[in-house]
């Protein structure tokens, strides 16, 4: 119930947030699948093909989303790497199955919406706008409160603890992971949103919607409280 009222699903929805609101609705889904990256080693390829099939509808609907996720993958990478130099638990067997997985997740998408996929990584501008009217987003300060801003978001007084819960989730083992997931994409939000970008046939540049960013850490802080 607390999901269906937050400022990010109000506003998608008052403002006809197609995308979005995809995203919202598959993102109890999207949230676990995030969650798993890190153990796909144990994952079985059917499972492996659901979660590319999940990228794929996020990459079709919120191409900024997917590679918000994409560079999530990265940073998870980065640190498998870092722990299979390091001789430690990872093993060439499991850092080659994981990785494996990893691409399937990635490759995949981008082959199924072809050739639209191919036209947004020829004009890479394109991959940060969600499909539907080039509204304008909201400001930082709105962004930090997880409230996206646009027309028909709710007032800025409205506000969602998301990245209080998420800080404080971080000092909790059972929720440090959690609390880092929620962090990321909403400081990823908050940096693209205070950028302007034209699209959609619209000459001016306005502030970036980054409404489908803020589903993931709405999620995480709702599953950090409970």
Request: proline letters at 7%; charged letters at 10%; one cysteine or more.
């Amino acid at each position: 119930l607390l999901y269906a009222f937050t400022p990010t699903t109000l506003a998608a929805i008052n403002s006809g947030r197609l995308g979005t609101i995809i995203l919202i609705v598959i993102g109890p889904w999207l949230f676990r699948a995030l969650l798993r990256l890190e153990s796909l080693q144990l994952r079985s390829w059917q499972s492996t093909w659901w979660l590319a099939f999940l990228m794929t509808i996020v990459f079709a609907f919120s191409p900024l989303t997917f590679i918000a996720i994409l560079i999530w993958q990265v940073i998870l990478g980065i640190f498998d790497l870092v722990t299979f130099n390091s001789k430690a638990e990872l093993t060439k067997e499991l850092f080659d199955a994981r990785n494996l997985r990893r691409i399937a997740i990635v490759v995949a998408p981008v082959a199924a919406c072809a050739p639209w996929s191919i036209g947004l990584l020829l004009n890479p501008s394109r991959l940060l706008l969600d499909p539907g009217l080039p509204f304008a987003g909201g400001n930082v300060s709105s962004l930090l409160l997880a409230n996206p801003g646009g027309p028909g978001s709710p007032p800025i007084w409205l506000v969602s603890p998301v990245i209080v819960i998420a800080l404080v989730s971080l000092f909790v083992e059972r929720t440090a992971r959690i609390g880092e997931v929620a962090l990321f994409f909403l400081g990823f939000a908050v940096l693209l949103g205070s950028r302007q970008i034209a699209g959609h046939g619209q000459a001016v540049a306005e502030p970036l919607w980054v409404g489908s960013l803020l589903v993931i850490p709405v999620l995480a802080a709702l599953l950090a409280g409970v």
